[in-house]
């Protein structure tokens, strides 16, 4: 089982540049096999997933979010990182971290992939 619990969300400017962090837990295997991501759901809209990070290190962003957030891992601390930069009132959405795994089971780290662990969600405003 793997348990994830995202902190850092909150309200900010546009422009301006905020940090998720992601603490997973994983009782079994080691959080390292896992594909990790980060998505997000804005009012009305469907979930969209806005990055991953593979277990290779190889990571993947949708076109909306491209050079302007980075997902990171800090692996002594069991973390997952969103550093979001220039952001825009339209990233204001519920953002969700989830793990994909472990990778024998559950090949694939893609943005449409099913992922079979979820946090709660942290809510991240953008004010114009």
């Known amino acids: 089982q793997v348990q994830l619990v995202e902190s850092g969300g909150g309200s900010v400017q546009a422009g301006g540049s905020l940090r998720l962090s992601c603490a997973v837990s994983?009782?079994?295997?080691?959080?390292?096999?896992?594909?990790l991501g980060w998505f997000r759901q804005a009012p009305g809209k469907e979930r969209e997933g806005v990055a991953t990070?593979?277990?290779?290190?190889?990571?993947r962003y949708a076109d909306s979010v491209k050079g302007r957030f980075t997902i990171s891992k800090d692996n002594a601390k069991n973390t997952l990182y969103l550093d979001m930069n220039s952001l825009e009132s339209g990233d204001t959405a519920m953002y969700y971290c989830?793990?994909?795994?472990?990778?024998?089971?559950?090949?694939?780290?893609?943005?449409?992939?099913?992922?079979?662990?979820w946090g709660r969600g942290i809510q991240v405003t953008v004010s114009s």
């Open positions: 990070l593979d277990s290779d290190g190889s990571t």
């Open positions: 989830a793990a994909r795994g472990p990778k024998w089971y559950v090949r694939g780290c893609a943005l449409a992939d099913e992922y079979n662990y």
């Open positions: 994983e009782y079994r295997y080691s959080v390292s096999n896992y594909c």
